[in-house]
């Protein structure tokens, strides 16, 4: 079972450069997080979506953009990385937010930095 | 907005009880959920409470106050492998899935 699959799991970007990490889960969910994680923090929600087509602003969404085309993929755009980038990302879905579906699932991440 | 509260660390001994408590703001509440991340890895599922009480699964209990908005996780006979960190998070009716700053539980021998 694959779950909840992220690329690339490393990776080193150039000031201003741009990249996009993605998300695929095999899992028919309709829910799909990206967060990020700071050494020693909580994880912060940067995008998420409901369902194919719909797209919400989590907690820091400055600096990056997300788009759901299918039910499957959930594609994070990084545009003219900067330093504060440097982070773990996180890719997480779940069938629903109530008792119908409220366990999410991980990615493995994805560590980013940007020199 | 939404806002959780929970100790950054807390320490037991092996074979004790540790209470990891979490306080919450949000609108339009669904659950409080628990999740476990050792050093490295991703945070992986633990509970989750939406109605008022406990809920126990094997040594690992969460309970939920809604009128307090105040939940808790409850870890018994403590082993060495329990050595991780644990967050609350916080669902709203909007999708929208919040995490505290996380809890660093240290188990000693």
């Known amino acids: 079972n694959a779950g909840v699959t992220q690329t690339p799991k490393f990776r080193i970007l150039k000031i201003g450069q741009s990249m996009t990490l993605q998300c695929a889960q095999d899992?028919?969910?309709?829910?799909m997080y990206w967060y990020r994680q700071d050494p020693g923090m909580g994880l912060k929600l940067i995008y998420y979506s409901v369902g194919a087509g719909i797209t919400d602003k989590g907690e820091v969404p400055n600096g990056y953009n997300v788009s759901r085309s299918t039910t499957e993929d959930f594609p994070l755009r990084l545009e003219l990385a900067a330093p504060s980038q440097t982070s773990v990302y996180f890719c997480?879905?779940?069938?629903?937010?109530?008792?119908?579906?409220?366990?999410?699932?991980f990615g493995e991440g994805s560590w980013l930095t940007v020199v | 907005g939404q806002s959780l509260e929970q100790p950054s660390e807390v320490t037991a001994v092996e074979g004790a009880i540790v209470q990891i408590n979490c306080t919450y703001q949000t609108s339009g509440f669904y659950g409080l959920s628990w999740y476990q991340q050792h050093d490295g890895g991703a945070p992986t599922f633990l509970s989750y409470n939406a109605l008022d009480g406990l809920e126990e699964t094997g040594r690992f209990s969460s309970f939920l106050s809604r009128s307090d908005s105040y939940g808790y996780l409850l870890l018994q006979e403590l082993q060495m492998k329990d050595s991780a960190s644990y967050f609350c998070a916080v669902f709203n009716q909007g999708g929208k899935l919040i995490f505290g700053q996380g809890t660093e539980l240290s188990v000693k021998p």
């Open positions: 899992m028919n969910h309709n829910y």
């Open positions: 997480a879905s779940s069938k629903g937010a109530g008792a119908s579906g409220n366990t999410i699932y």
